[in-house]
């Protein structure tokens, strides 16, 4: 039960302040969220806990719980990009991690083709197949798993524990693509034969047929949904200031 509601209260606070309503520079009480919510202190607490590692907000005695700015929110934080991309920003949350994609996943792809565990090399070609299978029979929900975990694979057989740390977000923009009805009833038939190709070119040891497939497939994605962020501002932090 306090794992519930701790939850409920971390999806209750985290997507109103992500969606704006409520607004940047508020303080929240945690008396007034135990009586609002009707749970303990020490619910409230957990629930604060995982929204300041998010970088949603900061508790400070005396003052409260104080909301912050979108710039000191974690990026990769997979709270965060879920309540983003629910948001009416979502076209934002969208084009920053197709961009980027765009720019790790074909290196990813080019360094698994040259140091990739045989292990991997096989698991990829294993996947593929089956994204192959389910993309054509037309089963999203599986097709969307194996796709996952193919491009999870990749940035782990490119033996760079940051590129393969990137899993997480990058499943995370898959699924909302999914979620949010931007994904065709049937993946294209173009867009199954990169990610055979991909997988063939780091069996092969080919390493500019593994970047060149996975860049055909980031392009197209970025196409394919590059409309909708058409009139988001970009989000500029100041990178000197400490978070």
């Known amino acids: 039960m306090a794992t519930s509601l701790h939850a409920h209260v971390v999806e209750h606070l985290g997507s109103r302040i992500v969606s704006g309503q409520i607004p940047r520079g508020s303080i929240i009480l945690a008396a007034d969220l135990e009586q609002k919510l009707q749970v303990s202190r020490s619910v409230i607490r957990e629930a604060v806990r995982v929204l300041a590692q998010c970088g949603l907000v900061n508790s400070t005695k005396r003052v409260g719980i104080r909301v912050l700015s979108a710039e000191h929110w974690n990026p990769y934080d ?64 599986r097709f969307l798993e194996l796709d996952i975990r193919f491009h999870a694979a990749v940035l782990a057989a490119s033996g760079n524990e940051m590129f393969a740390n990137l899993a997480t977000p990058i499943g995370a923009i898959l699924r909302g693509r999914t979620d949010l009805g931007l994904m065709p009833e049937r993946p294209h038939e173009e867009a199954l034969l990169w990610h055979q190709s991909v997988a063939d070119a780091i069996s092969n040891a080919d390493p500019a047929a593994a970047r060149r497939n996975m860049e055909s497939i980031m392009r197209r994605t970025h196409n394919e949904i590059s409309g909708l962020w058409e009139d988001e501002q970009r989000l500029f932090v100041d990178a000197s200031k400490p978070k």
């Open 78 to 141: 997979d709270h965060v990009i879920r309540w983003r991309l629910a948001s009416d920003h979502r076209g934002a949350q969208l084009r920053s991690l197709t961009e980027l994609r765009i720019a790790v996943e074909p290196m990813a792809a080019e360094l698994a083709a040259e140091v990739a565990p045989e292990a991997l090399r096989k698991e990829l070609m294993l996947l593929s197949a089956q994204m192959n299978h389910y993309g054509r029979m037309g089963d999203l929900r």
